[in-house]
């Protein structure tokens, strides 16, 4: 399985991303880009998540 994280980066000019992590093991299997709005990191996570069925998305900032 995988769960999708919400995540706060170190850039102030855009300080959101988003990981996706295998619950198994803690992995993380892809890190986005990074955003000025969270709103854009929910949105990446919430699109990557259509296509892996039981995910999750969790805010970590």
Do not use: F, H, W
């Not at 994280?5 to 102030?12: F, L, T």
């Not at 198994?24 to 996570?45: F, I, Q």
């Amino acid at each position: 399985m995988v769960r999708y994280e919400i995540r706060r980066s170190s850039s102030s000019s855009q300080p959101y991303y988003c990981r996706a992590v295998s619950t198994g093991n803690n992995a993380v299997l892809m890190t986005s880009e990074t955003y000025r709005a969270k709103a854009d990191a929910v949105n990446v996570a919430n699109i990557m998540k259509g296509g892996s069925g039981g995910a999750t998305v969790v805010d970590l900032t």
